[in-house]
């Protein structure tokens, strides 16, 4: 009998996605360029439908034909020198996905390469961590509607399902289903960056325990801002250190570490002129984190604000940083969905954003309950240039600016850095400002190099001899 999927790549995320699979009746062979990982996987699950490999060849002649074989191996050169060692042995009409959190730019080098040789690619986001892809994650799978064809039975299968739909939608062409991955984890990077900052709130300012800051985010994981970053941080907080018995977040050095995804949000985001201000400081936030030496040196030399700790009415703060965290979460998520759009016009790719907000809600790291506003509001007006605007958004941050605002101007009184509330703040005023100061940019633009200026009443161009 033969296999009818092939899994390389063992670590965490291909050992779960391979047991996913088998989990859903699939005979899966599996593979790892070193042997242990194979070994493992295969002897802690005696009894499921997993078929080691040790050699490349007999893996790809293990499977039926059009061979699907899906990558779970780290981003970069291992995917090219994986793809490589396949090549000699596959047929035209066989298809290779890529799972991992591979560049969209390298995605669609290799789809062109693949594409030229008769293989079919796809590019494919995972998200959904450890558990999500042993239990069902959130796929986005991107490359030939055809190709998808021929994988999506297996795919949807093996993702989350939220009211009987999969988690996986077809995303479009070439490498749109990384690119949608890769925003996905810019998001991912704000969203776990504002909770980082509502709990330096409540911790630092209104002095909480850990234990009382994991009771206020369960209590809100009830309702609007239910997700599943914010479930994981009350249960993070309430984790021990087995060796002093403190919490355990309080022994964890503070620097954040990172493999990318982030980074390149950010630069696609500069490259095409997105304002995605809320991402790239929560990518800031990282560096900063980094620099732990400096910070800790610079402490004793640079002084913050000459004012004493504020005495603050607990429930009253409570409910501002509630408001500030939801303004903050939409803000990242509409920069997010923007740089979904101006970047599916730009390819011309016509990203289905309905549909990523749907598979968003299931298996995936930044699942939110406002992910159903954000997809009805999709599904209603398709070419939305902002979800701020939207009734439903914009009825809500009228009023939760207030608490956004409170929060942000006590954290500049008290010299606590907030850098994404902040910048949820700047983008939120600087959107709805229909007049700006950037006449005045322009004209020093023109002072000093005659880059010219439009003007408010006559059409063209002008310049100005300023002296
Ligand atoms: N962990 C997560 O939460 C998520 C990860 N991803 C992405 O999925 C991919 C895999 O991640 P994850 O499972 O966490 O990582 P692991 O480090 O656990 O696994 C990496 C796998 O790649 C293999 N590998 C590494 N180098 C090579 C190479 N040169 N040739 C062949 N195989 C190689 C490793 O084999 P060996 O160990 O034998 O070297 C291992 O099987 C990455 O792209 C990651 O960014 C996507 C979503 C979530
Ligand atoms: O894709 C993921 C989650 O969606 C991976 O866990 C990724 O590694 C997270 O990014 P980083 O390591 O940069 O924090």
Request: hydrophobic letters at 35%; one cysteine or more; proline letters at 3%.
């Amino acid at each position: 009998m033969f296999n009818t999927i092939g899994v390389i790549g063992l670590g965490v995320m291909g050992s779960n996605i391979a047991l996913n699979m088998a989990g859903k009746g699939e005979q899966v062979a599996v593979y790892n360029y070193t042997r242990d990982l194979t070994d493992n996987l295969v002897n802690k699950n005696e009894g499921q439908s997993i078929h080691p490999y040790y050699e490349i060849q007999d893996f790809v002649y293990s499977l039926e034909t059009p061979r699907k074989i899906f990558l779970m191996v780290t981003a970069g050169k291992p995917v090219d020198s994986v793809i490589d060692t396949l090549l000699p042995f596959l047929e035209a009409g066989d298809v290779i996905m890529d799972g991992g959190n591979s560049h969209y730019k390298d995605t669609e080098r290799r789809y062109d390469e693949l594409k030229s040789k008769g293989i079919g690619y796809l590019g494919i986001g995972i998200s959904g961590g450890e558990v999500g892809a042993l239990k069902g994650p959130s796929i986005m799978p991107g490359g030939d509607k055809d190709v998808y064809e021929k994988a999506s039975p297996i795919l949807t299968k093996i993702a989350a399902q939220v009211d009987g739909d999969p988690c996986c939608v077809y995303m479009g062409p070439k490498g749109s289903g990384h690119f949608v991955k890769m925003v996905h984890n810019g998001i991912e990077y704000a969203d776990m960056q504002l909770i980082a900052e509502t709990y330096t709130f409540l911790r630092k300012k209104l002095c909480l325990s850990v234990n009382e800051i994991a009771d206020i985010f369960e209590i809100w994981n009830q309702g609007e801002l239910k997700s599943y970053l914010l479930q994981i941080t009350a249960e993070i907080l309430r984790k021990k250190d087995e060796i002093t018995g403190l919490p355990l977040v309080d022994v964890i050095l503070d620097k954040t570490g990172q493999k990318g995804t982030g980074k390149w949000t950010s630069i696609q985001a500069i490259d095409h002129g997105i304002p995605a201000s809320i991402i790239t400081e929560s990518l800031f936030a990282r560096y900063i984190s980094s620099l732990k030496e400096e910070r800790v040196y610079a402490e004793n030399i640079l002084t913050g604000p000459e004012i004493g700790q504020r005495s603050l009415d607990k429930d009253l703060w409570i409910e501002y940083i509630r408001q500030a965290f939801y303004m903050g979460k939409i803000c990242a998520y509409t920069q997010g969905f923007i740089q979904y759009k101006m970047t599916s016009e730009l390819y011309g790719w016509e990203l289905p954003l309905k549909d990523i907000a749907l598979i968003f809600r299931g298996g995936c790291i930044i699942r939110a309950e406002f992910l159903n506003v954000i997809s009805e509001t999709y599904q209603e007006q398709p070419n939305l240039a902002n979800l701020l605007i939207a009734p439903y958004f914009a009825e809500k941050v009228k009023e939760y600016q207030t608490g956004l605002r409170k929060v942000v101007c006590e954290g500049i009184n008290s010299g606590t850095s907030f850098p994404c509330l902040s910048a949820s703040l700047t983008y939120y005023d600087s959107y709805r400002t229909g007049i700006s100061n950037a006449n005045l940019l322009q004209a020093q633009r023109d002072y000093f190099g005659a880059h010219t200026y439009e003007r408010n009443d006559l059409a063209g161009f002008f310049h100005t001899n300023w002296q």
